[in-house]
């Protein structure tokens, strides 16, 4: 679920705060790094439990509807469609799901309006109106609806995510990513589906997991290393002139390209660059790419790139 990008980015925001703290405790920080990746995941658990929520929404409204004391032909005899969404389905009986809703909290249920306000939005919408009234049924029709309704009314929905970043700091940045994941998910689900249908792992591969923990470590314990060719490098800058967040931008790539055999120079160089848009000034893209630029070509003259493969340093 997670890519080597949102790991980065764990990264680099656990390093901050922890330079930014009086803290030297490395295990403890570690400790912070897996409660973090643990969070990301509890996010994706909670926007599918969100979905399984909307169906059981929609069915309580049906039975209120039945139970009018003046019911109209329409409750008497609803469209359940909705309610029988065969992803839907799947989702509600999902073991692996329904284990994560056992054991580990969800907030949905501190805030049943949230819900029902985005149940109204959704039955009030043209996408809602045009797959319920179309007769045709199928499974391939019934998982398309669920991606665009989720896509349309809850991966881009701010109500839904200032709810959650209230309940854990660590999901401000978790949304886009989980949500892709949501939609892979569902976009997972054939007809020959059952209750044993595997929600996404965390990590694509254990590699994954070492890497996170490798680049956290690595960078920390040579901080100063790092730091020292940052300022010999960007000769025109001391060091109280490069900002904390660029300076550990820099120490992380320079980091990758020292420690990780398999990652191609380009890639970092790439990675951090995008990174750098996000989490620091509009000057900082050029300058983090000029002084890597020439740490590559440094360590390229004292031989201390090591990447296995051809093609890896270019």
């Not at 065969?86 to 994560?100: F, G, I, R, Y």
């Not at 007809?191 to 929600?199: P, T």
């Not at 956290?216 to 730091?227: A, D, F, G, I, M």
Request: glycine content about 2%; proline content about 2%.
């Amino acid at each position: 679920m997670l890519n080597r990008r949102h790991i980065r980015i764990k990264v680099l925001q656990l390093l901050y705060a922890f330079f930014h703290s009086e803290s030297d405790d490395l295990m403890k920080l570690e400790r912070e790094l897996d409660k973090s990746f643990k969070k990301t995941h509890d996010l994706y658990i909670h926007m599918l439990v969100l979905l399984v929520n909307l169906k059981s929404l929609a069915e309580q409204k049906i039975e209120m509807g039945k139970n009018k004391l003046l019911p109209s032909q329409e409750d008497l005899d609803p469209n359940t469609k909705f309610v029988d969404n065969q992803v839907l389905n799947l989702l509600s009986q999902n073991l692996a799901l329904l284990e994560k809703v056992e054991s580990d909290p969800i907030y949905w249920d501190d805030n049943p309006e949230i819900q029902s306000k985005l149940l109204r939005q959704i039955q009030d919408s043209d996408l809602y109106e045009d797959y319920m009234k179309n007769a045709k049924s199928s499974f391939i029709d019934d998982r398309k609806f669920i991606s665009a309704l989720f896509a349309e009314f809850i991966a881009p929905n701010e109500d839904l995510h200032s709810f959650l970043q209230e309940k854990s700091i660590y999901w401000s940045d978790d949304f886009a990513s989980v949500n892709l994941a949501v939609l892979k998910t569902i976009k997972s689900f054939k007809l020959e589906s059952d209750k044993y249908a595997r929600m996404l792992p965390l990590f694509k591969s254990d590699d994954d997991k070492q890497y996170a923990s490798n680049l956290l470590k690595r960078t920390l314990v040579n901080s100063t290393e790092y730091k020292k060719y940052i300022v010999e490098t960007a000769s025109n800058w001391g060091e109280d002139r490069i900002s904390d967040m660029d300076q550990l931008i820099m120490q992380m790539a320079i980091c990758e390209l020292l420690n990780f055999e398999t990652i191609p120079v380009k890639v970092t160089l790439n990675e951090y660059i995008e990174v750098s848009k996000d989490y620091s000034s509009q000057k900082s893209k050029v300058f983090i790419n000029g002084v890597i630029d020439k740490l590559v070509i440094r360590f390229k003259k004292e031989n201390k790139l090591k990447k296995i493969g051809r093609g890896l340093v270019e």
